[in-house]
């Protein structure tokens, strides 16, 4: 079996969020593309709903083995290793990301909501950081796109609670929190939510809205300002995602953006830190 065997078919315009969207730069969206391949590829292997963890696991290998030069059997992870070499920039952020998704095949459950976050250091925060390292922007950026990157993966965690544990039984939500609130992951499989499981969720959207207060700043700290909208449009919709899922059921209800809505609220986003920007440049330019 393949890795592409284990493909979804599934592309960079199906994700909740915007990847490497027109806001970016052109000289930017080839290699946020090439990295968006091979981790495409790498969360379809993890996420295969009938292949066997050993399976999956050598297919990662391949992919680890292609990005580092000791293969060339998976061509994604040999196109993002040329890119990577013509741009000076290193595999460190997917390698930790290929760490992510082994722990997808080997690890169903997760205790709290710091084991939680130990893993968005793995699955979600190299992301950000390697799209701030292709626009050459300062490290300094980094804790602020870390809170928001972990906070887009939990969002994705909370709408897909249902839908995780039907297809590969696998549950995001800390066992700490179900247990809090008298919560159990069978729950999981009702139609929809029992009062407990939409207390978690409630809980666990809440401690989101903490990281998306933490990653607010973000946009303002960012030199390139295509980048900048383009954070800024991601946060104004993970802030609108994530208070649906204080308001709603993912079990029963729907939480995420249609295209239209998705539009609207990003542009919400743009105007924002365009705003934001425009104050700061006059602030600067009144002086003392």
Known sequence: MTAADLASGKGH????FPVASHLIAPQFRAPIMAFYRVARLADDIADHATATP??????????????????????????????????????EHMLDLLEAFRRDVTKLRYQSWDELMDYCRYSAMPVGRFVLDVHGEAT??????????????????????????????????????????????????????????????RILADNTAGLLRASRPFAGQIRDLRLALEVGA???????????????????QET??????????GLLGVGRTLHERIGARQSRSAGP
Request: proline residues 5%; contains cysteine.
């Open 13 to 16: 315009t199906d994700e909740n």
């Open 54 to 91: 050993q399976q999956k696991l050598a297919r990662l290998g391949d992919i680890e083995a292609s990005l580092t030069g000791k293969s060339e059997v998976s061509p994604e992870a040999v196109a993002l290793r040329q890119v990577l070499a013509e741009r000076g920039l290193g595999w």
């Open 140 to 201: 300094s950026t980094w804790p602020a796109s870390d809170a928001l990157c972990a906070a887009l993966q939990v969002i994705n965690h909370l709408q897909d609670c249902a839908k995780d544990f039907h297809e590969i039984d696998r549950v995001y939500l800390p066992q700490e929190t179900l247990d809090a609130c008298g919560a159990n992951v069978e729950m999981l499989a009702e139609p929809a939510g029992d009062p407990a499981i939409k207390a978690t969720i």
């Open 234 to 252: 991601i946060q104004r919709l993970a802030e609108s995602l994530n208070q649906r899922l204080r308001e709603r059921d993912p079990l029963s």
């Open 256 to 265: 995420h953006h249609n295209r239209w809505e998705a539009v609207a609220v």
